[in-house]
C-alpha cells in the first residue's frame, strides 16, 4: 500500500513501532514524498490502516491511501529485497507425501486442519501425483516451515520445499537412495502439537529473509522443463480436447507450449507457430532466462479464436521438435490466464517489459496488418 500524509515523519515513527509491516520505502510521486508499504500477512492491514488513520487523526494530519498501480514504482519496489513478495510467491509452500492414500481428498482435509493450527491456509490444492501446492496469508510461514521440517499427519510424513524445483531436485534423489535419507536439505521428523507452538514463537520473533528470499527466488526461476509430468502433472481442466473446440463448447484461446528446447529464441518459435498458424495469433511470450539468455522451456500463445488452435495442435501437440537435436516432445495445454487482454493486464508491469528482446509480442490478427507485430503502446 502506499501512503501519503502532510506529516510523514511522524506517521513513518508510528507504522514501524506499531504496525506488524515486512517492509517500508519512502518514494517520490508527482512532487510528493509517500510511504510504500508491505505488510508479512495481508490480513493485518485493513486493522493496522484503521489504527494509523486513528493516530493521524489525533496529530491532525491529513492521510490517503493507495494501491501499488503505477509501473515505475512497481519497478523500483521490487528490486528491493524486501518487496520482492509483490512479483515472486512467497506465501507458498510445496508439500510432498511419500505414501500413497485411498481418499486423497479425506487427507487433503486433514492435511489443511493441521496446517490451519500453525497459520490461517489461503487455499491448498493438489497439483499432481503426491503433492500439495499451499499458500498463507503470511509470507513468513513457508520459510519457518521449511526450517522446522517435515510434518506427521495420520502417519504419512510430509516433506516441506519452498520451490516446485526444489522438491523435484530432492525427490528425485530419494528415488535413489534409502527413504530414511530421503531429502538433501536436511529435514527432521516432528508432529504437528510441537510444531505448532515453536512455530507461533518463531513467527513474532521473525526478521526479513534476505538471503532466503533471494535463494529461493532463483530457485523459482530455473528451468520449469525439467519437472517430470508426475511432479509437474496436468489438472484435467487444462487438458485440450478438440472435439470441444469444434462443438464450440470450449471458449479458451490461450495455450502454454511446454517442453521447448532451450536453445529456441522467439523468432524461431514464432517461426514454429506460424507454419501452421500464421496471423492466427494475437499474443506470443517465450519466458527467457535473463542471466543464460536461454528459455526455460515454455511460452504462452493466444488465438484470435479456439478454432484457430485446431491445426497448430494437431501438427504439434505430443511431436518431437526436429532441427533442433532435442528429444524433448512439444505439449501443448490450456493456460491459466485467458485471453489478450488479461495477459496484457499480467504482464504490462512485469520487470520482463524492461528488456525489449524478451518480453512478450503482440500481434494483428486482422487487415492488411494481419501477421504482423503490434506495438504496447496501442493498449
Known amino acids: 500500500m502506499v501512503c501519503f500524509c502532510d506529516k510523514l515523519e511522524i506517521i513513518e515513527e508510528f507504522i514501524i513501532e506499531k504496525c506488524k509491516i515486512s517492509s517500508l520505502k519512502r518514494m517520490s510521486?508527482?512532487?510528493?514524498?509517500?510511504?510504500?508499504?508491505?505488510?508479512?500477512?495481508?490480513?493485518?492491514?485493513?486493522?493496522d490502516i484503521l489504527l494509523v488513520n486513528e493516530y493521524s487523526s489525533k496529530k491532525k494530519a491529513n492521510i490517503s491511501w493507495s494501491d501499488v498501480n503505477n509501473s515505475s514504482w512497481l519497478k523500483i519496489l521490487i528490486k528491493t529485497p524486501n518487496f520482492k513478495f509483490m512479483e515472486d510467491h512467497y506465501d507458498t509452500i510445496y508439500l510432498f507425501f511419500m505414501k500413497t492414500v485411498k481418499n486423497i481428498v479425506s487427507f487433503q482435509n486433514e492435511v489443511c486442519t493441521q496446517l490451519c493450527k500453525f497459520s490461517d491456509v489461503m487455499k491448498l490444492e493438489i497439483i499432481g501425483w503426491n503433492c500439495?501446492?499451499?499458500?498463507?496469508?503470511?509470507?513468513?510461514?513457508?520459510?519457518?516451515?521449511?526450517?522446522?521440517?517435515?510434518?506427521?499427519v495420520n502417519g504419512n510424513s510430509i516433506f516441506v520445499y519452498l520451490t516446485l524445483i526444489e522438491a523435484h531436485e530432492a525427490i528425485s534423489a530419494q528415488l535413489y537412495t534409502k527413504i530414511s535419507q530421503i531429502d538433501k536439505f536436511s529435514v527432521t521428523s516432528c508432529d504437528s502439537s510441537s510444531v505448532h507452538f515453536e512455530l507461533l514463537n518463531q513467527i513474532n520473533d521473525y526478521e526479513s529473509p534476505q538471503d532466503e528470499w533471494k535463494k529461493y527466488m532463483q530457485l523459482k526461476h530455473r528451468r520449469l522443463s525439467t519437472l517430470p509430468f508426475t511432479i509437474c502433472n496436468i489438472p484435467s481442466e487444462n487438458v485440450i480436447s478438440l472435439n470441444k473446440i469444434i462443438s464450440?463448447?470450449?471458449?479458451?484461446?490461450?495455450?502454454?507450449?511446454?517442453?521447448?528446447?532451450?536453445?529456441?529464441?522467439?523468432?524461431?518459435?514464432?517461426?514454429?507457430?506460424?507454419?501452421?498458424s500464421f496471423g492466427d495469433y494475437n499474443f506470443i511470450y517465450l519466458r527467457i532466462d535473463f542471466e543464460n539468455h536461454c528459455n526455460v522451456g515454455y511460452a504462452f500463445i493466444s488465438f484470435a479464436t479456439p478454432e484457430k488452435i485446431v491445426p497448430f495442435y494437431k501438427k504439434r501437440h505430443n511431436k518431437k521438435w526436429k532441427n533442433f537435436e532435442s528429444d524433448k516432445v512439444c505439449q501443448l495445454v490450456y493456460a491459466n490466464v485467458q485471453g489478450q487482454k488479461a495477459l496484457i493486464k499480467k504482464f504490462r508491469f512485469s520487470k520482463v517489459m524492461d528488456q525489449r528482446e524478451y518480453k512478450p509480442r503482440i500481434y494483428y490478427t486482422t487487415g492488411s496488418q494481419r501477421g504482423k507485430e503490434k506495438a504496447w503502446e496501442c493498449f
Open 29 to 47: 510521486f508527482k512532487g510528493k514524498t509517500c510511504l510504500c508499504i508491505g505488510w508479512y500477512n495481508i490480513k493485518h492491514i485493513t486493522g
Open 132 to 152: 500439495f501446492k499451499c499458500r498463507f496469508f503470511d509470507i513468513r510461514v513457508p520459510f519457518i516451515l521449511k526450517k522446522m521440517g517435515n510434518l506427521t
Open 248 to 276: 464450440g463448447e470450449e471458449k479458451r484461446v490461450t495455450l502454454m507450449i511446454r517442453n521447448i528446447p532451450n536453445v529456441l529464441n522467439h523468432f524461431q518459435l514464432k517461426e514454429f507457430v506460424d507454419f501452421t
